[in-house]
């Protein structure tokens, strides 16, 4: 890739300011998001005839924003007279999972209080599990949205982010685009070791 | 000779300390280890979670993976 870029113009980003997915539960989100989460609502907007100059018929909707930390939101868009389309909320399997929106906490009794709170609330979920360097709690709200609060378990180190680095190198270079010679993980393991090979045990 | 590749971060501890137990030659440098065998390197596992278990070879490996079960990681 050819940029005009240098690096000292490259924009940057400071967050998430929000994500956002339809609803056809406003009642119940808002009761969800608000009562049980405890996030603050922060703005809300309607719209009508939206889209109908232009030949495209929009539903009236409403978009309604809660505040889920650090300046971040999360926002639903209430498309008024709209049948409700489960293929866009009831994501199953590990593919359904594999698309969610996870928050942060900073302590492992902030995320305690949470699983509290929802078992009290009667929302399933589970146990905290406990990944590398994370420990989460997974929910599903309302809408049928997956959703996960972690907590940070140490530090990310230095080590960590050349490490990353080196492990998506190796991943582009054995699987490219939809792995068309049907490459393996352990494959993948190998190219990443002859990466980390050549970096820092065959320089010295 | 198989090789595997360990990063140094204290979820790994005990799988780099499983293969220093077992005499495994060992070189570090700049927070990875290099563990290197002139036999199969076989690692028995032992209270840890999935995530640890099925993602220490992230570094890398040299070598044929022959088992990574939910109890034996082998290679040669």
């Known amino acids: 890739m050819n940029f005009t870029m240098s690096p000292s113009e490259m924009p940057s980003l400071t967050g998430v300011h929000h994500t956002a997915f339809p609803t056809w539960r406003p009642k119940d989100t808002v009761e969800f998001y608000r ?17 109908r100059s232009g030949g495209q018929p929009h539903p009236d909707f409403l978009h309604f924003f809660f505040e889920a930390g650090d300046a971040s939101a999360i926002a639903f868009f209430y498309y008024v007279g709209t049948e409700r389309r489960k293929e866009f909320t009831m994501l199953k399997g590990y593919l359904g999972l594999a698309r969610h929106t996870a ?14 709170r929802f078992r009290e609330a009667g929302v399933k979920v589970t146990e905290v599990v406990s990944h590398e360097t994370l420990d989460s709690l997974y929910f599903v709200d309302p809408n049928g949205y997956n959703l996960e609060i972690a907590c940070q378990t140490r530090p990310i180190e230095p080590v960590d982010i050349v490490d990353a680095n ?7 270079e054995t699987f490219g685009n939809d792995n068309p010679q049907h490459k393996t993980m352990a494959d993948m393991w190998r190219r990443k070791g002859e990466l980390v090979q050549e970096r820092f045990f065959d320089t010295v | 000779m198989p090789k595997l590749y360990i990063l140094d971060v204290p979820e790994f501890a ?5 293969l220093a137990d077992q005499n495994i030659s060992c070189v570090k440098r700049a927070g990875y280890f290099c563990f290197v065998s002139d036999q199969p390197i076989k690692i028995i596992r032992h209270n840890m979670i999935d995530a640890t278990w099925f ?4 570094a890398g490996i040299e070598g044929n993976l022959v088992e990574h079960s939910d109890k034996v990681f082998r290679l040669e």
């Open chain 1, 35 to 51: 009562d049980i989460m405890g996030l603050r609502i922060r703005h809300a907007i309607s719209a009508t005839g939206w889209g």
């Open chain 2, 14 to 18: 005990a799988i780099a300390k499983s």
């Open chain 1, 166 to 172: 080196l492990t998506l190198d190796a991943m582009i």
């Open chain 2, 55 to 58: 993602g220490f070879p992230i």
């Open chain 1, 103 to 116: 928050w942060n906490v900073e302590t492992p009794q902030e995320l305690e209080k949470f699983e509290k």
